[in-house]
């Protein structure tokens, strides 16, 4: 019996606490509508409305530097000078020796090159091998087909983020090896240098002999011709430099002439090339002449390469 009555006790004063409150809620709400009523009634208050709008004169003269001081402090890190410092810290706090010890990736894609250049102009070649497509990549951007973000662009490797682990995506041997693989009836290395045109070559010279008729044949049709390889401008410093070549097919022109994925065209007979017609102009040059040289740029080294048209 004096359990219950603690119980009664106690919802009796919760019910009399709410009914207090809510009774000084009522009260409180009355005196606020009752002064809003007599502020807006009465003609006679002191209170009027404030104009808060700025003059045009004082708009007018507050220029894009006024706000200067906010740009620089970038409190909110959206310049992409602070995006791209944030970028190169979260890439080069990774030791040689961390990198050594990551895992290789398990994803089903390969690595067909890499083009070294600045801190923002290094590209990855990588091919999705379910559906054999390959794609461009840059630091931060996300494979296409797999939820792995780039993290570094290295020479022989990339190193990737994936669901949050970081891992490393290697240049397979099978790779380096079709890269110097060529048709014995299309074309030859006339240097005694049969590993030139290897992704680690040395040499800063090459040399190659190519058929007429497989130029003559390859322009008779540019559409098809230009299904063989993707290209797009390259630009250093906000300017164009060259025509970057990558997703190059092994039974192509570009293949047999010796052009790796990732390759940079800068120039053909010491003319540079900043355009895609400047690139098509190179197999113009190869029509008429019975030599052509061209300068390319492969992982970061200038190269050269001399055909010699038969």
Known sequence: MKLLFHILNTLFLTLAIFLLVETLYKGFEGKILTQETHIQSSPNSRLKSVDTTIPNSIVKSISIAHYDAIKKRNLFKTSSEAMNSEKKEETDDLSDAEIESLEKTTLNIKLWGTVKG???????????????????????????????????????????????????????????????????????????????VDRGEDDDKIEMTIQRSMIEESMQDINNLMKQVRIRPHFTGGEADGIL??????????????????????????????????????????????????????????????????
Do not use: C, P, W
């Open 118 to 196: 600045g801190d923002t102009e290094n590209y990855a070649v990588i091919e999705n091998a379910s559906d054999r497509k390959q794609g461009l990549y840059r630091q931060g951007e996300i494979i296409e087909g797999t939820s792995a973000v780039i993290r570094k662009v290295l020479r022989m490797s990339v190193i990737i983020n994936n669901n949050g682990k970081d891992q490393v995506l290697e240049m397979s041997s099978d790779v380096s090896a079709s890269n110097i693989s060529t048709s014995s009836g299309i074309l030859r290395n006339t240097a005694a240098t049969s590993t030139s």
């Open 245 to 310: 070549l990558y997703g190059i097919k092994q039974s192509s022109m570009f293949n047999e002439m010796g052009i790796r994925n990732g390759d940079i065209i800068m120039g053909v007979d010491g003319n540079a090339i900043r355009s895609v017609e400047d690139a098509i102009g190179l197999y113009d040059t190869l029509q008429n002449a019975s030599e052509a040289k061209i300068q390319i740029k492969r992982r970061g080294r200038t190269k050269e390469i001399l055909y010699h048209v038969e």
